[in-house]
């Protein structure tokens, strides 16, 4: 799936370089830093050495479309996991590790394209100050050679793009639900008002299914914590 791949020491952001450049399909961007790391909702990303930042080009017309972070947040579980790791998908498009996150997913539109972020903390062993973050080193006690990372990375986000173009969200819902961080607790979602609710799952359509106290709703847009405990 990956024809071609461009590995820079600095950019300001591999989304961005992916789409102003007029790079083949399927071109795999990947920085060792980023000046201008961005995630969901134009939020800042620390980019810092250490870590893999990477964007890749597919092209636009997939059914269920939408569902992409999660099929791409899953094949970052499913590398994980590969490597020993107990990872969780928090809905919409992270992953995270003993709580804390490890990975985010970004997906954009172009007008034919389908841009594809990924952000992956590897080896840092630190992180700005009120970032939850964690990285694969400090989870392990040891360092990753990055190459070795990606490659095998690539594969298992091939495997899993790979499904669900040919068989839809539909053939990954019930593993991506199996990896829900928070599943069957009481959460809150800001949508920016906040739901509270039981998170029972994902809708076929990748929503987020909430037990309120008005019963099921199905959410497409928030940002979800567990509700603390007074």
């Known amino acids: 799936m990956f ?76 590398y994980l996991r590969s490597e020993g790791f ?21 997906t954009e539109k172009t007008k034919d394209r389908l841009i594809v972020g990924v952000g992956l903390n590897v080896n840092q062993k630190e992180f700005p100050a009120g970032v939850e973050a964690t990285s694969m080193a400090l989870a392990s006690g040891k360092e990753y050679n990055l190459v070795d990372v990606l490659l095998k990375l690539l594969d298992f986000l091939e495997g899993a793009i790979s499904t669900f173009a040919q068989e839809g969200f539909k053939a990954l819902k019930e593993h991506i639900e199996n990896l829900l961080l928070f599943k069957d607790q009481e959460v809150l979602l800001y949508t920016p008002e906040p739901v509270a609710g039981i998170m029972k799952g994902i809708g076929e359509d990748g929503s987020l299914l ?21």
């Open 210 to 230: 909430l037990i309120t106290s008005e019963g099921e709703k199905r959410f497409f847009v928030g940002d979800l914590t567990l509700r603390p405990r007074w």
């Open 86 to 106: 107990k990872p969780a998908v928090k809905w919409v498009n992270d992953v995270y590790l003993q709580g804390s996150k490890v990975c985010g997913v970004l």
């Open 3 to 78: 024809e071609s791949l461009l590995w820079l020491e600095e950019v300001g952001s591999t989304q961005e370089f992916l789409k102003t450049k007029n790079l083949p399909m399927h071109t795999v961007v990947v920085a060792k830093r980023q000046t201008s790391g961005r995630g969901r909702m134009g939020r800042s990303w620390d980019s810092r050495e250490g870590g893999l930042y990477l964007s890749f080009s597919l092209r636009a017309g997939f059914k269920d479309e939408q569902t992409l972070p999660l099929v791409v947040a899953y094949g970052v579980c499913q």
